[in-house]
T-cell receptor, first 115, second 111 residues
Framework: GAGVSQSPSNKVTEKGKDVELRCDPI?????LYWYRQRLGQGLEFLIY????????KSGLPSDRFSAERTGESVSTLTIQRTQQEDSAVYLC?????????????FGPGTRLTVL | GDSVTQMEGPVTLSEEAFLTINCTYT??????LFWYVQYPGEGLQLLLK?????DKGSNKGFEATYRKETTSFHLEKGSVQVSDSAVYFC??????????FGTGTKLQVIP
């Protein structure tokens, strides 16, 4: 079956512009996660959805970042007034449930470059 | 808070050499432990996992044992191949599966 998909695969934007990143999880997966991976660094947790609600937004770096999920399916991560330090690969993952033993399935990521 | 510490790379080995990538963790409770791998040009994928103390995860010749007494989950493979060249991430999930990742170890295997 289809895996996690993300779009766009690459996004180049100018500082100060808003960007929207999309994630399509595996069908039936109730949990969805967003991570950020800066060059040469590990993954940084941003936000987690269980269904359409976000119990943990603690990883969002600032109020310029927001995310939503609708219909227990697609999620969008929005970054307003982008800054150069937002340049990174943004990864989305989904899992069947949110219990700790479940495997997360990752999408290919969106590479964001802020000029 | 939860944290994962793994050995820094890059690690360069000759084909058929023995591989160890060290990983230690700090967490409350009883986390699940994972190794994820990122091959060049590909997305992150699960390599193996262990969900309770003394469990051994294994896949593709790689193994890691969940050691609660030493809070470790070291990755090992007896004979690496060129195709194992990738970045390896140790990770833990403590509660509702917020996963905490290590910084990654790049492995390069040369023929």
């Amino acid at each position: 079956g289809a895996g996690v998909s993300q779009s766009p695969s690459n996004k180049v934007t100018e500082k100060g512009k808003d960007v929207e990143l999309r994630c399509d999880p595996i069908s039936g997966h109730t949990a969805l996660y967003w991570y950020r991976q800066r060059l040469g660094q590990g993954l940084e947790f941003l936000i987690y959805f269980q269904g359409n609600s976000a119990p943990d937004k603690s990883g969002l770096p600032s109020d310029r970042f927001s995310a939503e999920r609708t219909g227990e399916s697609v999620s969008t991560l929005t970054i307003q007034r982008t800054q150069q330090e937002d340049s990174a690969v943004y990864l989305c993952a989904s899992s069947p449930t949110s219990i700790s033993t479940d495997t997360q399935y990752f999408g290919p990521g969106t590479r964001l470059t802020v000029l | 808070g939860d944290s994962v510490t793994q050995m820094e790379g890059p690690v360069t080995l000759s084909e058929e050499a023995f591989l160890t990538i060290n990983c230690t963790y700090t967490a409350t409770g009883y986390p699940s432990l994972f190794w994820y791998v990122q091959y060049p040009g590909e997305g992150l994928q699960l390599l193996l996992k262990a969900t309770k103390a003394d469990d051994k995860g294994s896949n593709k010749g790689f193994e890691a044992t969940y050691r609660k007494e030493t809070t470790s989950f070291h990755l090992e493979k007896g004979s690496v191949q060129v195709s194992d060249s990738a970045v390896y991430f140790c990770a833990l999930a403590a509660s509702y599966q917020k996963v905490t990742f290590g910084t990654g170890t790049k492995l390069q295997v040369i023929p």
